[in-house]
């Protein structure tokens, strides 16, 4: 099976005074096209990092990403976000919902952006994805009349609603409580069964990193183990064992 992502030798060092900190050294991974992955790792080991270079939201010091067979360091500005927005959905730590829109207008705004669909259209859809999300009655409500979870909830119907063929989301069920984070993580899964969209989660839930086929561990920016859950799923007790 094609790849979806391919991770070579990928490391991040950002500037601070005369120091060099590096926040990614040195990782690579690659992930088939309707794979699911989990990164895990303690506070600052670099996934939120390492997921914003994926999608090409940063650009490396050195090393390379190549996502849906593109080279993202062989594209411009425009063709990144044009690539991005077809491509991926992605679910900020911090939501990153924007302000001046309701609900509904946030979740609109990458179909919108793609172009090509009638606004009519766009709206039911992004209408039917806040109802799976369960905020179906908060569609003209703006982000800071959201709680924390329901904007997070919001995000992922953002994420979804181009059926994007690779899915970040950065600790996607931070922020729920254990009903409505089972409810997402459902919904996550089954986008994945049913529209064969990879996932690449960012958690410190060992639950849902246990639901993925595999475990990407990073310490202090470094891949510490990249190891297949899959041989577990059936088998509690082999995951317990670790
Ligand atoms: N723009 C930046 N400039 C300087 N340092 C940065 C920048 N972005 C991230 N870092 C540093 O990189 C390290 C990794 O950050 P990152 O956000 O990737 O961690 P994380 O694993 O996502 O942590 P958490 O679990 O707390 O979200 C941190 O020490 C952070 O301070
Ligand atoms: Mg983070």
Same mark, same amino acid.
């Given at each position: 099976?094609?790849?979806?992502?391919?991770v !070579?030798?990928?490391?991040?060092?950002?500037?601070?005074?005369?120091?060099?900190?590096r926040v $990614? /050294?040195?990782? !690579?991974? @690659?992930?088939?096209?309707?794979?699911?992955?989990?990164?895990?790792?303690?506070?600052?080991?670099?996934?939120?990092?390492?997921?914003?270079?994926?999608?090409? $939201?940063?650009?490396?010091?050195?090393?390379?990403v190549?996502?849906?067979?593109?080279?993202?360091?062989?594209?411009?500005e425009?063709?990144?976000?044009?690539?991005?927005?077809?491509?991926t959905?992605?679910?900020?730590q911090?939501?990153?919902?924007i302000? @001046?829109?309701?609900?509904l207008?946030?979740?609109?705004?990458?179909? *919108?952006m793609?172009?090509?669909?009638? #606004?009519?259209?766009?709206? *039911?859809?992004?209408?039917?994805?806040l109802?799976?999300?369960?905020?179906?009655?908060?569609?003209?409500?703006y982000?800071v009349?959201?709680?924390?979870?329901?904007?997070?909830r919001?995000?992922?119907?953002?994420?979804?609603?181009?059926?994007?063929?690779?899915?970040?989301?950065?600790?996607?069920?931070?922020? #729920?409580?254990?009903?409505?984070?089972?409810?997402? @993580? /459902?919904?996550?899964?089954?986008?994945? *069964?049913? *529209?064969?969209?990879?996932?690449?989660?960012?958690?410190?839930?060992?639950?849902?990193?246990?639901?993925?086929?595999?475990? $990407?561990?990073?310490?202090?920016?470094?891949?510490?183990?990249?190891?297949?859950?899959?041989?577990a799923?059936?088998?509690?007790?082999?995951?317990?064992?670790?």
């Amino acid at each position: 099976m094609a790849a979806i992502l391919e991770v !070579s030798n990928l490391t991040r060092e950002f500037r601070s005074g005369k120091e060099r900190l590096r926040v $990614l /050294d040195d990782v !690579s991974f @690659t992930l088939e096209a309707g794979a699911t992955c989990a990164v895990v790792g303690p506070s600052g080991s670099g996934k939120s990092t390492l997921l914003g270079l994926c999608a090409g $939201l940063d650009a490396p010091t050195a090393g390379g990403v190549v996502l849906a067979g593109k080279e993202l360091a062989g594209l411009d500005e425009d063709e990144r976000a044009a690539l991005r927005n077809r491509e991926t959905g992605f679910v900020f730590q911090n939501f990153q919902l924007i302000p @001046t829109l309701t609900a509904l207008e946030n979740v609109m705004v990458p179909l *919108e952006m793609r172009g090509g669909a009638p #606004l009519k259209t766009v709206r *039911e859809r992004a209408r039917e994805l806040l109802a799976e999300v369960g905020l179906a009655d908060r569609e003209t409500h703006y982000p800071v009349q959201l709680s924390g979870g329901e904007q997070q909830r919001v995000a992922l119907a953002r994420a979804f609603i181009n059926r994007p063929s690779i899915l970040f989301a950065d600790e996607p069920n931070g922020n #729920l409580d254990g009903e409505t984070s089972a409810r997402v @993580t /459902d919904l996550l899964f089954s986008l994945n *069964e049913k *529209e064969g969209t990879a996932l690449v989660l960012v958690t410190h839930d060992l639950e849902l990193a246990e639901r993925t086929g595999r475990l $990407l561990r990073l310490k202090r920016g470094r891949l510490e183990s990249d190891e297949s859950t899959t041989a577990a799923a059936g088998d509690p007790a082999a995951l317990d064992a670790r």
